[in-house]
């Protein structure tokens, strides 16, 4: 199917829901949904973004510009994924009670608004990964566009340069939570320690970055076309040293780069499967 034959499918698809609460990250997908629900419903859609300790604060910010300068109903409201109980123990399924509890507070909003439906961004691509959220979305009947019009992040960010959507380009960022080991506790101090880690890392110039939090260890994530920026002394010690403020003892870089869930490579084929989702 061509490009513009799945966008086409995408408008139809949103026109026939009459109206909808969308979660709005702010990231690429959500923010292209966003907009081109928007485009079509007008008022009859709302976007909705949860905030928490695994949000950072730069995010937010992000979300609540993209939402002002596209002049969309933008509600945030409070999602703390610390107070759900067995998110924190960080079980392999972590994600399915964030998206529980994440959707049906987006449900109640949708319903308080008289919208009909709730979107989420997920797309083609994430049917290739261990994404136990997706079993939350399908009993709570979250609706997926972009997959259902076999958008890939590719499409998605192409269809948003033609939007002129400043996220076109922007880097995929998934909630801090996906930093640790599953079976770490996640707790608020390590948030703020990767949080405070890939911020001075973003500062520094790079784009892609994650922060994987292994107890003492930091294990730094970046693109691959990026690793060479840390291939020089002073670099490497102005990270170093920042990091051991931080509170890291020691401070490694990932030879292979960045790769989206990483932290799933630990898991077997069965253990995959148990929820369904690959």
């Known amino acids: 199917m061509l490009l513009q034959e799945k966008f086409e499918a995408l408008k139809d698809s949103i ?13 690429v997908d959500s923010t292209f949904l966003v907009r081109v629900t928007h485009d079509i419903l007008g008022d009859k ?10 949000y950072p604060e730069r995010e937010l910010n992000e979300a609540i510009k993209y939402a002002g300068d596209m002049g969309v109903k933008h509600l945030i409201i409070s999602s703390e994924e610390l107070d759900i109980e067995g998110f924190a123990s960080n079980p392999k399924n972590r994600c399915y009670f964030c998206k529980k509890e994440l959707f049906t507070k987006i449900g109640k909003v949708a319903e308080e608004n008289g919208m009909e439906y709730v979107f989420d961004g997920s797309n083609l691509d994430d049917n290739g990964d261990y994404r136990p959220g997706m079993k939350a979305a399908r009993e709570l009947k979250v609706i997926s566009p972009l997959k259902e019009a076999n958008l890939t992040k590719a499409d998605i ?27 770490k506790k996640i707790t608020i101090p390590k948030l703020k ?5 890939e911020q001075f890392l973003i500062d520094m110039g790079i784009t892609q970055v994650r922060v994987r939090h292994h107890g003492e260890i930091a294990r730094i994530e970046v693109s691959p076309e990026e690793r060479v920026k840390f291939f020089n002394t002073k670099v490497m010690d102005k990270i170093g040293d920042k ?9 490694t870089l990932d030879i292979l780069g960045y790769r989206t869930g990483s932290m799933n490579e630990v898991l077997s084929v069965e253990e995959k499967t148990e929820s369904g989702e690959i």
Do not use: H, Q
């Open 15 to 27: 026109r026939k829901s009459g109206s909808a609460a969308i979660a709005f990250s702010g990231g």
């Open 45 to 54: 859609m709302v976007a909705v973004t949860a905030t928490s300790s695994t």
């Open 157 to 183: 960010r192409e269809l948003s340069k033609e939007l002129g959507l400043p996220t076109w380009n922007k880097p995929s960022f998934a909630c801090l939570s996906s930093r640790f080991p599953y079976g």
């Open 193 to 197: 320690m990767v949080d405070e880690a």
């Open 243 to 251: 990091f051991k403020k931080i509170g890291f003892t020691y401070v």
